[in-house]
């Protein structure tokens, strides 16, 4: 596929994170949805004839263009949703980004992955509880992910340096830049041992309706979030929302009743938003994990099943239930799923090696 063509989707205005994944399973590719007749993409649900007048294919090719150049220059990856290195986690949520720009060195596909957020107003209780979550981690070799904001994110990161945990900052801007301007020196370390994450392009300002957005990226590529300190209200609590509307796991860390920032953890845990944490153990147990399992070996494990969203595997069933291929007309039947969103299905699963397509838009499991 096309590099140029890929970020370029993101470039074409009306069109979001949705759309643009129906526009390449309509299309076949990314290439492709540029040499295809916009008229033709009527046919998708959700995409009419306003959004068709809007889309300016050269506009965003031109744009694409430059940033490609930003990104030769400054050395930056461009992970496409269909690429074997986009998190896998955060592929299963419909809102997932169509790509992300990259920095550093992690691996965004470990066996174990958690976000850590928390007020950007941290106590010297809520770093104290960073440090003894991070080194406790540490023995399960896991991912650890967060916003890079003042307060428990950039705690949680620094925690990560200092006991050599891999760890992901995810930005609401371009990267081009870092926001705030503190953190530079402990974003340029993850880059040893991690890495810095956006979905934004460069140019993209910090604005305050970023950050949202950005939060579920946080939550959707990891097994729980974990909330160690938060107010009543702030992007902690946005966070755990998130994360509980993909159906993960959500820990909070309880507080000292009357502490402001211990108010939102409480929250969680009295209304059964986050599970209590004590110690990682809970959360080790509540999740299955073992100690010292292999991070580096997590690309090669055996996809199953249980890994696809619950849409892709009851597909799966269909498919795999029938003896012999099946036609994509008699698949979208059964599965009482409308042709343009089967086929973005159908596309997801074929890249993760789940399925494989036969000439005719037959399917069969692999």
Not at 39 to 44: D, E, M, N, V, Y
Not at 239 to 255: C, H, K, L, M, Q
Not at 289 to 316: F, G, H
Request: proline share 4%; hydrophobic share 40%.
């Amino acid at each position: 596929m096309s590099l140029q063509h890929q970020v370029a989707l993101t470039f074409i205005k009306s069109i979001g994170c949705t759309h643009a994944k129906s526009l390449v399973a309509h299309a076949g590719s990314a290439e492709n949805v540029f040499k295809t007749p916009k008229a033709k993409f009527l046919k998708i649900s959700g995409i009419g004839e306003k959004i068709i007048k809007q889309i300016d294919f050269d506009d965003a090719l031109r744009k694409a263009e430059q940033e490609l150049k930003f990104l030769d220059k400054n050395n930056i990856d461009v992970i496409f949703y269909t690429d074997s290195r986009y998190p896998r986690r955060l592929k299963g949520c419909h809102d997932s980004p169509v790509l992300l720009y990259s920095r550093g060195n992690a691996n965004l596909n470990p066996y174990h992955c958690v976000s850590i957020v928390g007020t950007r107003n941290a106590t010297d209780y809520g770093r104290q509880l960073c440090r003894q979550l991070v080194e406790e981690l540490q023995q399960y070799n896991v991912l650890v992910v967060s916003g890079l904001a003042l307060g428990i994110d950039v705690a949680a990161h620094k925690e990560c340096l200092k006991q050599g945990v891999p760890t992901v900052g995810v930005l609401g801007h371009g990267l081009d830049k870092l926001y705030p301007h503190q953190n530079k020196g402990t974003a340029e370390k993850m880059l040893e041992n991690g890495g810095l994450l956006s979905e934004y392009p460069s140019g993209t300002i910090p604005d305050r309706e970023n950050f949202p957005q950005r939060n579920r990226i946080v939550a959707g590529m990891a097994d729980a979030t974990i909330v160690v300190e938060a107010g009543l209200k702030g992007g902690a609590l946005i966070t755990a929302e998130i994360a509980n509307s993909y159906n993960r796991d959500v820990f909070a860390f309880p507080g000292r009743l009357g502490d402001e920032y211990s108010e939102g953890c409480n929250f969680l845990i009295r209304n059964n938003k986050a599970a209590l944490l004590t110690c990682v153990a809970d959360l080790a147990y509540s999740l299955g994990w073992e100690k010292n399992t292999d991070i580096k070996a997590a690309p090669e494990q055996l996809l199953l099943p249980i890994d696809l969203s619950a849409e892709e595997r009851a597909v799966y069933e269909i498919i795999r239930q029938h003896n012999q291929a099946l036609a994509i007309d008699d698949l979208a039947i059964k599965a009482n799923m409308p042709m343009s969103q089967l086929a973005m299905t159908l596309l997801d699963m074929e890249l993760q090696g789940f399925i494989r397509s036969l000439p005719g838009k037959m399917y069969k499991v692999n």
